[in-house]
């Protein structure tokens, strides 16, 4: 089983109206669906591989939220490789293809990019919450979560997750 490392650190956000903070556990009942999903996979040396990550395979009901980063240029970027539709719903934009310092400015992208490779360094899983930093959009919650995946020749880990929306869930929960 992967390792997991819960927890209440911060990210710097991507997007500068959302606070981004570590959890303990998920709170979203999608969120834990898919990380039921995951937990079922096989494994091998503690990872499932990437070949089960397999869309007719995740259960409807997550699918349109769930991702897909491929590290990219030796762990210095990652490129977005599959984005439901969900996720390019609620933000306006498909990002497929893409690599993260291609659309956020440089600190952003380097503070994702080291979350990232923290959770594919020690293959863990990490789930965190996304909060409004004005009270305008109290009533907006998700959580976001990265779980390593094993690529096919054994030499480098990818992230699977996914991205869910809810109501406001209070911020001392974790």
């Known amino acids: 089983m ?5 927890g209440k650190s911060k990210l710097q956000s991507p997007f500068p109206n959302l606070e981004i903070t570590g959890i303990d556990q998920p709170v979203l009942e999608d969120s834990k669906i898919l990380l039921g999903f995951y ?8 990872l499932p591989r990437k ?8 259960p409807r009901s997550v699918l349109p939220s769930c991702y897909l980063l491929e590290p990219a240029d ?13 996720i390019v719903e609620r933000f306006r934009v498909d990002r ?4 993260l310092r291609s659309f956020m400015n440089e600190s952003r992208a380097q503070a994702l990019i080291d979350a990232s ?10 789930v965190y919450r996304l909060t409004p930093k004005q009270t305008a959009m109290e ?3 998700a959580e976001t979560m990265s779980l390593p995946v094993m690529d096919e020749r054994n030499d480098k880990v990818w992230l699977f997750g996914g991205t869910f929306f809810g109501r406001a ?6």
């Not at 977005?80 to 969900?86: A, F, N, Q, S």
């Open 2 to 6: 992967a390792a997991y490392a819960f």
């Open 139 to 141: 009533d907006f919650y």
């Open 51 to 58: 070949r089960d990550v397999d869309p007719f395979t995740i």
């Open 96 to 99: 497929t293809g893409q690599n």
């Open 39 to 46: 937990e079922t996979l096989p494994k091998t040396d503690g």
């Open 117 to 126: 490779n923290e959770s594919a360094r020690q293959r863990c899983v990490r």
């Open 169 to 174: 869930v209070p911020r001392d929960l974790s």
């Open 74 to 86: 030796d762990y210095s970027d990652w490129t977005y490789r599959l984005i439901g539709t969900e």
